[in-house]
T-cell receptor
Framework: KQEVTQIPAALSVPEGENLVLNCSFTDSAIYNLQWFRQDPGKGLTSLLLIQSSQREQTSGRLNASLDKSSGRSTLYIAASQPGDSATYLCAVKEGTYKYIFGTGTRLKVLA | GAVVSQHPSWVICKSGTSVKIECRSLDFQATTMFWYRQFPKQSLMLMATSNEGSKATYEQGVEKDKFLINHASLTLSTLTVTSAHPEDSSFYIC????????????FGPGTRLTVL
């Protein structure tokens, strides 16, 4: 059974810092991995999607990497801003449709 | 991008009543939709996969008689929580893949259910 874990569970950093969020999964047979952002009481916003054949994806200040063989992904956020404060979730896609979500990292960027 | 809406955004009901939550794909057709629940400070847990025109597929441990799912059209899936109890209070989120687009999931804004 696939299990997805995110470390750290919570993170508080001063504005401007570069930071790394970690995601690990137990079964490397995945189709893709997606990083999401969730604001309190809100739905999910897709940030980056990495196909199983890809190593990384970039969007603005965000960079996500994938090492499928070791079951790891990282989300790198450059020059963090207070507006980046949210919960970040990673999810791995199994089969045609099914996503398994990680436990999430609650990020707070202090002004 | 594709838009998924949910209605209502929040609902409060008395214990023992039933509550229906709608999930709509606004600008695309969704042959498959998904229902998740999320407890406070926890991640999303897949409850069931809703397939247009056929029965939903429920995840292990999810009571299908309690959480009724109907996907009657390519743009609408409904989740009915029957005989709701306080332990059913949660944040319910739906998502969808469009026809021919099976990589990116589009999520609804969620529905906060509080059962008194």
């Amino acid at each position: 059974k696939q299990e997805v874990t995110q470390i750290p569970a919570a993170l508080s950093v001063p504005e401007g810092e570069n930071l790394v969020l970690n995601c690990s999964f137990t079964d490397s047979a995945i189709y893709n991995l997606q990083w999401f952002r969730q604001d309190p009481g809100k739905g999910l916003t897709s940030l980056l999607l990495i196909q199983s054949s890809q190593r990384e994806q970039t969007s603005g200040r965000l960079n996500a990497s994938l090492d499928k063989s070791s079951g790891r992904s990282t989300l790198y956020i450059a020059a963090s801003q207070p507006g980046d404060s949210a919960t970040y979730l990673c999810a791995v896609k199994e089969g045609t449709y099914k996503y398994i979500f990680g436990t999430g990292t609650r990020l707070k960027v202090l002004a | 991008g594709a838009v998924v809406s949910q209605h209502p955004s929040w609902v409060i009901c008395k214990s023992g009543t039933s509550v229906k939550i709608e999930c709509r794909s606004l600008d695309f057709q969704a042959t498959t939709m998904f229902w998740y629940r999320q407890f406070p400070k926890q991640s999303l847990m897949l409850m069931a996969t809703s397939n247009e025109g056929s029965k939903a597929t429920y995840e292990q441990g999810v009571e299908k008689d309690k959480f009724l799912i109907n996907h009657a059209s390519l743009t609408l899936s409904t989740l009915t929580v029957t005989s709701a109890h306080p332990e059913d209070s949660s944040f319910y989120i739906c998502s969808a893949f469009g026809t021919g687009a099976t990589d990116t999931q589009y999520f609804g804004p969620g529905t906060r259910l509080t059962v008194l």
